[in-house]
């Protein structure tokens, strides 16, 4: 709970609510931002609902970028 508060923070709550029902283009720079924090694939996928199968292809896409 502290570390979705501390996201919730960094990003807006309502960012963060509504962050699986996104474009794309948009919820994939956060999840790679909240990865990039140091959140691990199963906290981002927590805290915001997208699935761990998403996350797993963002990471892996940032990481070639």
């Not at 960094?10 to 959140?39: K, M």
């Not at 199968?53 to 940032?62: D, L, M, P, T």
């Given at each position: 709970?502290?570390?979705?508060?501390?996201?919730?923070?960094?990003?807006?709550?309502?960012?963060?609510?509504?962050?699986?029902?996104?474009?794309?283009s948009?919820?994939?720079?956060?999840?790679?931002?909240l990865?990039?924090?140091?959140?691990s694939?199963?906290?981002?996928?927590?805290?915001?609902?997208?699935?761990?199968?998403?996350?797993?292809?963002?990471?892996?896409?940032?990481?070639?970028?």
């Amino acid at each position: 709970t502290e570390i979705r508060a501390a996201v919730a923070d960094a990003i807006g709550e309502n960012t963060l609510r509504n962050l699986s029902s996104l474009a794309r283009s948009e919820r994939d720079p956060v999840i790679a931002d909240l990865l990039r924090a140091g959140l691990s694939i199963r906290q981002v996928e927590r805290i915001t609902g997208v699935s761990r199968g998403v996350i797993q292809r963002i990471k892996r896409i940032s990481r070639e970028s």
